[in-house]
C-alpha cells in the first residue's frame, strides 16, 4: 500500500491511495468464506456451499465491499494519524478513473480532493480589546418591572359602566350573523368617534356601531364574530353591527399586598412593597447579567476575528462538497447554495478561528459543562415567560431532556465551548468597562454594532 499527499495550495491537496492486490485479497478470501457459512444458495445446505459457488455469485459486491471499506479506514486513519486539519469531508477527485472491478486487479489506486482549514494565529493577551458592557439600573426600570409584574397578575373586574378602558361582554350581530359570547375591548378601538359610542355604557344596554371601523383587520372581525376568513370577506365594507352588552369590565393589575408578594415569593420573606422593589431589582440584574454576556460574546467574537484577519477557505472546494452532501434534499437548489453560501462560509469562517483558539488555550469540556450550559439556557427561555423562581431540579431535568436530541446537544456543545473561551478572554484580553442606560444598550443591538 502507498499513500501521497499533493498540496495543489495552502486551502487544497489531493491524496492518492495505492493497494496492491496483496492489500485486500486476504479479506475479500476472508469475507467470501465467512459469507458462506450463513448464505443459502440452491441445492446446497445453508452454509455448506462451495467457496466458488460463493465467489461466482457473490464475489463482485463482496469485492467492492472490502475494498471500499479498506478505502474509507485507510483515509480515515492517514488524516488522523498525520494530524490533517480539513473542513467537509474527503471528495473522489474529479480525474479518478472508474474501477473495472471484473478485471484482474493487481494495483488499484484512489484519488481525493481535500479541503484544508487554513491556519490561524490570533494572541488572546492585552493586546486584544473588547469591551464589557454594565446596564445601569434606575427607579423608572424598577417602577416599568413592577408595572409589567402586576399587570402580568392582574385580572378583569366587572364595572358598572364603560371606560376607554373596558371590556364588553354580549351578543354580537352583524347580518346573518351572531355571536353569543361576543367579546369587544374598548381599549384598542382607533376611531374616536366609534370609541366614543361605548364610554357610559351598561350592562342591557344596546350598541349600534360601524363594523369596519371598530375592526379594520379581517382578522378582529373573524374573533369578534367567530367566523371563518371567508365569511368575514363577504361582510359589505359599510356593514353596522350591533352588541347587546350582558357584562362590562376593566382590567385591573394585581394589588400590590402582602397576599400578592407571598404568591409571587412563597417563603421568600417579601413581604412590603420595598422588599419587592429590591427583589424585582435583583431579577432585573440577573436578567441583565445574561443580556450582558451575550452582549460581551459578540463583541470578543468580532475582536477575535478581526485579530484573525483575512481567514481563506477552499471555496469551491466546499460549494462542491455541500452539493454531494445535499443531493437528495429536493429543497437545495443551485440558488440555494448562491444565496446562503455567504453565510456558511461567515459560519464557518468562525468555527475554524473558535477551534483554533480554543486549542491553543487547551478549552476543553466534559458533559456538566454542556449540562450547565443546557440548563443556562433553559433558565433563559423561562425567564422569557417572567418565570424567574425555577426550582433547581426542574431546570436540571429540562436540561438533561434537551441534551436527549443528538442536534441540540451539538449545538449546546459549541454553546458550552465559547462560553470557556470567552471566560478565558475576559480573563486575558483588555477589557473596556463601560455603563450605558437600558435604552442605550438596546441601541448596540440595532445598530449591529
Request: charged share 30%; with cysteine.
Amino acid at each position: 500500500m502507498n499513500i501521497s499527499k499533493e498540496n495543489i495550495d495552502e486551502l487544497n491537496a489531493i491524496l492518492t491511495i495505492e493497494f496492491d492486490k496483496a492489500d485486500y485479497e486476504p479479506k475479500v478470501e476472508k469475507a467470501i468464506k465467512d459469507y458462506g457459512k450463513r448464505v443459502a444458495i440452491k441445492g446446497f445446505r445453508p452454509g455448506h456451499a462451495p467457496v466458488a459457488m460463493v465467489k461466482k455469485f457473490y464475489g463482485k459486491s463482496i469485492l467492492v465491499d472490502q475494498i471500499n471499506s479498506l478505502v474509507g479506514e485507510t483515509l480515515s486513519n492517514y488524516i488522523k494519524d498525520n494530524n490533517i486539519d480539513i473542513l467537509g469531508e474527503p471528495l473522489p477527485n474529479k480525474d479518478q478513473q472508474p474501477i473495472d472491478f471484473d478485471a484482474d486487479l493487481d494495483k488499484i489506486s484512489f484519488k481525493f480532493d481535500l479541503g484544508l482549514s487554513p491556519e490561524v494565529n490570533v494572541a488572546i493577551d492585552n493586546s486584544l480589546k473588547v469591551p464589557a458592557y454594565t446596564i445601569s439600573i434606575d427607579e423608572s426600570n424598577i417602577d416599568e418591572q413592577v408595572k409589567d409584574i402586576a399587570s402580568r397578575h392582574g385580572s378583569h373586574v366587572p364595572t358598572d359602566a364603560a371606560t376607554q378602558d373596558s371590556l364588553l361582554k354580549g351578543v354580537v350581530t352583524v347580518g346573518e350573523f351572531k355571536n353569543e359570547k361576543g367579546l369587544l375591548s374598548v381599549t384598542v378601538i382607533k376611531d374616536d368617534e366609534q370609541k366614543a359610542l361605548f364610554v357610559g355604557k351598561k350592562a342591557g344596554d344596546t350598541v349600534e356601531f360601524d363594523l369596519h371601523k371598530v375592526c379594520p383587520e379581517a382578522k378582529e372581525v373573524e374573533y369578534l364574530l367567530e367566523i371563518s376568513e371567508e365569511q368575514a370577506a363577504s361582510i359589505a365594507a359599510d356593514a353596522k353591527a350591533t352588541i347587546a352588552i350582558s357584562e362590562v369590565s376593566e382590567f385591573k393589575p394585581a394589588e400590590l399586598n402582602e397576599e400578592f408578594f407571598k404568591m409571587l415569593y412563597p417563603g421568600g420573606n417579601v413581604a412590603d412593597e420595598a422588599a419587592f422593589r429590591a427583589k424585582v431589582k435583583e431579577q432585573i440584574e440577573a436578567s441583565n447579567k445574561m443580556a450582558e454576556d451575550f452582549r460581551f460574546n459578540v463583541d470578543a467574537r468580532q475582536a477575535i476575528m478581526n485579530a484573525a484577519g483575512d481567514v481563506k477557505l477552499p471555496e469551491e472546494f466546499l460549494k462542491r462538497w455541500l452539493t454531494i452532501v445535499n443531493k437528495d434534499n429536493d429543497k437545495f437548489t443551485p440558488d440555494v447554495l448562491t444565496n446562503e453560501f455567504p453565510k456558511f462560509v461567515n459560519d464557518l469562517k468562525w468555527q475554524v478561528v473558535k477551534n483554533h483558539v480554543a486549542k491553543a488555550l487547551e478549552v476543553k469540556i466534559e458533559f456538566q459543562d454542556v449540562l450547565d450550559f443546557a440548563k443556562k439556557t433553559a433558565r433563559a427561555q423561562f425567564m422569557q415567560y417572567g418565570l424567574t423562581n425555577v426550582p433547581e431540579e426542574q431546570l436540571e431535568q429540562y436540561g438533561r431532556n434537551m441534551l436527549q436530541n443528538e442536534e441540540q446537544r451539538n449545538h449546546l456543545a459549541e454553546g458550552a465551548v465559547e462560553e470557556k473561551l470567552f471566560a478565558v478572554v475576559k480573563n486575558n484580553a483588555s477589557i473596556e468597562q463601560k455603563t450605558v442606560s437600558q435604552e442605550d444598550f438596546g441601541k448596540l443591538f440595532a445598530n449591529n454594532n
